[in-house]
Structures are given as C-alpha cells and as structure tokens.
C-alpha cells in the first residue's frame, strides 16, 4: 500500500496543479462560491463515504445550466470521480478505478449540494478530492481530503486450525494421564471393588479431562 502522507510543501504544490488543471476555474467569479461540507475524511476499506459540496444557487437555477467536474488526486495522478455536463452524466468520462461505485444525488443539485456516495472504498481511493462546479453564476471549486485505511484482517484459517489442534492435543494428554493414573489404581483394587467403584475409575479420567480443557479454553479466550 503506497504511502500517502505528503509533505505541507507538497501539499500546497498540488493543490495548485490541480486548480490549474480543472478546466472550469478559468472564469471564477467572487460571488460564486463553492465549499466542501468536510475537509478531511477518515474511512476503512469496504465501507461507503458521503462527500458533499455547497455552491451558490438561486430559486430559478436550471438544472441543464449546472456543470460539473470531479477529481481525486493521488501520486500527482488525476483520476475522474464524476462529470456532469450542462445537467448530463458524462460516465465514459470516468475513471474505471470508480466505475460503479459512485452515485449521486439529482434532486438536490438544484438547490446547491453535491452528494456523492463513494461504496466499497479501497486504499487506493486516497488522495485530494477537488470538485469545480459551474452555474450562470460564475464558477468555483473546493478540495477536501480522504484517507482509506485497510480493514482489520480477520485471524486466518491456519491460526484457527492451530488452536484446534492443540486444544486436541491438550485434552487427550489429559485423558492419556488421568486415565493411565486410574486405570494404575484400579488394578491394584480392581477384585476387592465393588461394581461402583469400577464404573467411577472408568468415569473420573473423562470428567477431569473435560473439566481440564475447559478451564484451559476459557484461559485462551480471556488471553
């Protein structure tokens, strides 16, 4: 997993190539403004994440009249998360990294917010995330960061079986000694014992090995 942890010079260095780049901050207008909901975003791999941006709007804005273009930056790569055009999803513009995992809110586009729902995040899905949006109004663009971490690995299968196999172990060398031990002692008395005493030689091995393995699976669990 490639390390994303860029310096502040960087940092500053990139987010300047990416304003650079968007095609539409070319005409920015001072009234039109456009802010990210979150600045900084922390998710696993696998889970979902919503990012949302606010721009200017007015009542009478048409839906055909909005543009917009989304990118996520990483190792000084772009990559298209999203590209709306003149109220049209471009999907071909997208890059295949995000393709079927993006959807987007059409309703409320209208009043200003941009929703994305971003599913099934992977590591790679780390980096700068910049949208520029353009409307009647002007055109502007705002930057937030995400950062996917990988999931917790589950113990293995190899682990499991391990743990199986001594607990296996465990308690037949319980049995093997207790067993042994008794069996020593009930020949010794074997004809002076009652029918009783005979079955309890046989029986005690079998409770004190399983009471043994018990308390050595509850100290498992507990460590």
């Known amino acids: 997993m490639r390390s994303l942890h860029f310096p502040k010079v960087y940092r500053e260095k990139m987010i300047f190539l990416i304003l650079q780049l968007l095609f539409l901050t070319s005409c920015v207008s001072g009234t039109f403004v456009v802010n990210v909901a979150q600045t900084s975003h922390q998710a696993e791999e696998n889970q979902n994440i919503t990012l949302e941006w606010t721009f200017s709007s007015r009542t009478d804005t048409n839906f055909r009249s909005i543009s917009i273009y989304c990118e996520m930056f990483t190792d000084g790569r772009p990559y298209v998360l999203f590209h709306l055009y003149k109220g049209d999803e471009l999907p071909e513009s997208q890059d295949p990294q995000f393709a079927g995992r993006v959807q987007w809110d059409k309703d409320v586009l209208t009043e200003g917010r941009l929703t994305l729902h971003v ?6 899905d780390s980096g700068f995330y910049v949208c520029a949006i353009r409307t009647p109004d002007g055109s502007n663009s705002s930057i937030c960061w995400l950062d996917v971490t990988a999931a917790a690995q589950p113990e293995s299968w190899r682990n499991n079986w391990i743990n199986v ?3 296996l172990l465990y308690f037949f060398a319980v049995v093997f000694v207790s067993f042994v031990s008794f069996s020593y002692y009930c020949f010794c008395n074997f004809f002076n014992s009652s029918f009783v005493s005979i079955c309890v030689c046989f029986l005690v091995p079998i409770f004190v090995s399983s009471f043994c393995t018990a308390l050595f699976l509850r100290h ?4």
């Open 165 to 167: 196999r001594l607990t």
């Open 220 to 223: 498992r669990h507990d460590t």
């Open 119 to 124: 599913s099934r995040l992977r590591t790679s």
